[in-house]
Structure formats: structure tokens, C-alpha cells
């Protein structure tokens, strides 16, 4: 009954809340970790056991990752980076036919989340507002740029004047020229969603983004607020969405004006956050994936107004030679 984290990296908080709720109903179970440089992961080291795998490019990625699941008794993936998505969707029913059940969302719901064109259709679909996207021959400043299909705000820039501008912006087919929600009227929130096995949505917690460092929250706040009843209402049943979703929004701090961004099918960095607060998605996934319980619906089960604050911890490895 072991459970594997996937480019585990620096997912140390993730790691050990699994670990928690594992071990609560299975004592002897182990959470595994993942790793294209295992002995340099935090998320590794603070594993039960952990493995190395191929980088996600090289073409016995897979194979490898059945072999060495069997080996560590893995019956549960979890996957946290976008680049690994599409690859674990393609190769669900060869991973469950190993005995390995992936926590993935399906292959057309992640090719909707990758292309941010594609999402803000989705969006739409759903009565969620987004904003405007302008052609590249007419636009209007401040406006802000990102990839269709990036992560980590790799690749993105606020352009206030023209001067702004260079060739590369316009050349490049994949960014995108959006509106400018300005952070003086908007509150940028990043929300976990818990979807069950059904495709309908179990919990929702709003974090409010503070500081972001790395690309991923520093300093965040849970709030319970009118997002929770929008999310409700709109996203009620998503076709192909499992497990974990950190979707992306943007509300107005004195009106009631909520715009999309994007949605990432996958834990995201800030979650402990959501899991400190009291959505339990790792017990969750346990209770659906290995005890095959209905999780019925737990909105409002989380302690709002929940700050979280994070700071360097330290991880010693004695007598690393690499």
C-alpha cells in the first residue's frame, strides 16, 4: 500500500502529509519519492524510501517507473509537475494494468489545462469571466505576457510602455498578450479543488497570495470568501478532473468581478497550506484510491483565515559523496 511522489524535489511538506495519513490506517506502509537526482531532493530525503528515475525526455521513463515501483510496492502515483502530466495520462491503463493506479486526471482535461488559449475556453464554457486577449497589431498598455503553455511564470512580463516591447515578443508564436488585472484592484488566489472519482468537486480553499518566491507561495493566507460559493456553483462537475486541481483566479477587492487564469491538474506548491487548514486530500485519495470509499462533499470543513509563512529549513545528508 505504498504511495510514490514524482519529481519529488522540495515537496517536503507534501511528502510528510502523506506519510501522516498513510500511516494512521496502514502503520507499516511507506511513502516513496521520486527523483531525477534523488540525493539532491529535500522531498527524497525526507521520504521512507526513495528511487531514481529518468529524466521525464528519455524514452524508458515508463518502463523504468514500472520496474521500480513493483520493486518498492507502490500501489499509489502522485504526481506533482506539469511535464509529467500528459505522460502519465497516456500510460494510465499500462501503469494499472502493473498494478499502479496513477492520481491523474484524463488525457483531454490536462491538454485543456496546458494551453492557456484552450483553458480560457474552458473557462467560458463555464460562465468564468477571463481576460481579454489582444492580437499582437492591437493592444492596449499596461498589458501582461505568458505562454500558452508555461509554468512557474518562466517567461512572462508585465509591459507598462512600449519600450517595453522587443522583437522577441512579437516573434514568439506561443506568448500571449493579455489584459492587465492590476494587483492595486485585484487579489490574485490560488485554489485547491478536490475532485472525487466521479468528476465532482468535494472541496474548494481559496489562498490568497501574499509573496511568491521561486514562482511558488511564500506567504499565503486560506480564505473562506465568496470564491468558495463561485467555484460551487461554476465548477460542480469538471469531465476527466481527479485528485488534486490548484486553479487560478483573480477577484476584485471592492467589486464582485472574478476572473480565470488557468488550472494546474496536480498539487501545487502552496497545498500544505490547504492541508494545515484542514482539507485532508491526502486521506482523501487514500479513503478513494486504496480503502474505495465515496468522499462526500466537505466544503466548509478548513479553519479559515489561516496564514502561512515559510522559511529555509535544513536537510543533512552525512556522508554524501557525490
Same mark, same amino acid.
Given at each position: 500500500? @505504498?504511495? =510514490? ?9 507534501l511528502v510528510r502529509a ?6 494512521? $490506517? ?18 527524497? /530525503? ?17 518502463? !523504468? ?16 509537475? &506539469?511535464?509529467? =502530466? =500528459? ?6 491503463? $499500462? ?7 496513477? #492520481? ?6 490536462i491538454e485543456k489545462c ?5 483553458? /480560457? +475556453?474552458?473557462?467560458?464554457? /463555464? ?7 489582444? %492580437?499582437? +497589431? ?12 508555461? %509554468? ?11 519600450? &517595453? ?6 516573434? @514568439? ?11 492595486? /484592484?485585484? +487579489? ?22 501574499? *509573496? ?5 507561495v511564500n506567504k499565503a493566507?486560506?480564505? @473562506?470568501? %465568496? ?6 456553483? @461554476?465548477?460542480?462537475?469538471? *469531465? ?13 477587492? %471592492? ?8 488550472? !494546474? ?10 492541508? =494545515? ?9 487514500? *479513503?478513494?484510491? #486504496?480503502?474505495?470509499?465515496? #468522499? ?15 522559511? +529555509?529549513?535544513? #536537510? ?7
Amino acid at each position: 500500500m @505504498n504511495i =510514490l511522489i514524482t519529481s519529488a524535489g522540495r515537496r517536503v511538506s507534501l511528502v510528510r502529509a502523506f506519510q501522516k495519513e498513510l500511516k494512521k $490506517l496502514y502503520p507499516e506502509s511507506k511513502v516513496v519519492a521520486a527523483d531525477a537526482k534523488p540525493e539532491l531532493s529535500a522531498a527524497c /530525503h525526507a521520504a521512507d524510501e526513495y528511487f531514481q528515475v529518468p529524466r521525464l525526455d528519455k524514452p524508458e521513463y515508463i518502463e !523504468n517507473l514500472i520496474v521500480q515501483c513493483k520493486e518498492h510496492g507502490v500501489k499509489l502515483v502522485i504526481p506533482t509537475i &506539469d511535464t509529467e =502530466l =500528459l505522460l502519465l495520462a497516456k500510460n494510465k491503463i $499500462l501503469l494499472e494494468e502493473n498494478g499502479i493506479i496513477p #492520481i491523474i486526471a484524463s488525457i483531454s482535461f490536462i491538454e485543456k489545462c496546458r494551453d492557456k488559449r484552450v483553458i /480560457h +475556453d474552458f473557462f467560458e464554457s /463555464h460562465s468564468i469571466a477571463i481576460a481579454k486577449e489582444y %492580437s499582437k +497589431d492591437d493592444f492596449e498598455l499596461p498589458m501582461f505576457i505568458k505562454p500558452i503553455d508555461g %509554468s512557474r511564470s518562466v517567461d512572462t512580463y508585465l509591459i507598462k510602455t512600449k519600450e &517595453d516591447l522587443t522583437e522577441y515578443h512579437f516573434e @514568439n508564436e506561443k506568448l500571449m498578450f493579455l489584459e492587465y488585472l492590476d494587483h492595486d /484592484h485585484y +487579489d490574485e488566489f490560488t485554489c485547491d479543488l478536490y475532485y472525487g472519482k466521479d468528476h465532482k468537486l468535494k472541496c474548494a480553499v481559496p489562498r490568497k497570495r501574499i *509573496e511568491v518566491r521561486d514562482g511558488e507561495v511564500n506567504k499565503a493566507v486560506a480564505m @473562506n470568501n %465568496s470564491l468558495v460559493d463561485y467555484i460551487k456553483e @461554476n465548477l460542480a462537475y469538471v *469531465e476527466g478532473a481527479v485528485g488534486c486541481l490548484t486553479a487560478q483566479f483573480f477577484k476584485h477587492k %471592492s467589486e464582485s468581478k472574478i476572473y480565470g487564469i488557468e488550472i !494546474n491538474p496536480r498539487f501545487g506548491g502552496g497545498y500544505p497550506l490547504s492541508y =494545515l487548514a484542514g482539507a485532508n486530500f491526502p486521506k482523501w485519495i487514500i *479513503e478513494e484510491y #486504496i480503502l474505495g470509499k465515496e #468522499i462526500s462533499e466537505k466544503f466548509d470543513c478548513w479553519e479559515d483565515n489561516l496564514l502561512m509563512i515559510r522559511y +529555509d529549513d535544513e #536537510i543533512l545528508v552525512h556522508g554524501y559523496k557525490g
